[in-house]
């Protein structure tokens, strides 16, 4: 394992103050896959089933389910036990791994759900 994809929990299970690199990590890894249009979206204190959601798209279902792939390997590395779902499609696939929650995308599939309008209303995104 390179430096750079060292687990940024030391945990399986989440403790206070991880989620901040967990969160890094994973924006890293989508990068790394060559994600597009990645968005995290700060929920803390605003819901309770996460304190961040990423969003991104790949060009196609193909690149979208390997995205998914490689973050569940990666997230498996760092001693997280993620929970997906919609890898069979690879049009929008949701990976759960605690407090970061993962939303991938193809950008049709992304355009029409439009997640990030939805959570606008509650929350400021910031583009990563």
Same mark, same amino acid.
């Given at each position: 394992?390179?430096?750079?994809?060292? #687990?940024?929990?030391?945990?399986?299970?989440?403790?206070?103050? %991880?989620? *901040?690199? &967990?969160?890094?990590?994973? $924006? =890293?890894?989508?990068?790394?896959?060559?994600?597009?249009?990645?968005?995290?979206?700060?929920?803390?204190?605003?819901?309770?089933?996460?304190?961040?959601?990423?969003?991104?798209?790949?060009? #196609?279902?193909?690149?979208?389910?390997?995205?998914?792939?490689? %973050?569940? *390997?990666? &997230?498996?590395?760092?001693? $997280? =036990?993620?929970?997906?779902?919609?890898?069979?499609?690879?049009?929008?696939?949701?990976?759960?791994?605690?407090?970061?929650?993962?939303?991938?995308?193809?950008?049709?599939?992304?355009?029409?759900?439009?997640?990030?309008?939805?959570?606008?209303?509650?929350?400021?995104? *910031?583009?990563?």
């Amino acid at each position: 394992m390179r430096p750079e994809e060292q #687990s940024p929990v030391e945990r399986k299970d989440a403790k206070p103050g %991880l989620t *901040e690199p &967990l969160h890094d990590a994973i $924006i =890293r890894s989508l990068d790394q896959d060559k994600a597009e249009d990645i968005i995290a979206i700060d929920l803390a204190g605003k819901t309770s089933f996460a304190d961040h959601m990423i969003i991104a798209n790949g060009r #196609s279902s193909r690149q979208v389910a390997a995205m998914a792939s490689h %973050l569940i *390997e990666r &997230l498996k590395e760092w001693g $997280i =036990r993620p929970r997906a779902e919609g890898m069979s499609q690879g049009d929008w696939v949701l990976i759960d791994a605690g407090d970061v929650v993962v939303h991938l995308f193809r950008p049709e599939v992304r355009d029409f759900y439009n997640l990030e309008k939805m959570w606008s209303a509650a929350v400021i995104g *910031e583009a990563v």
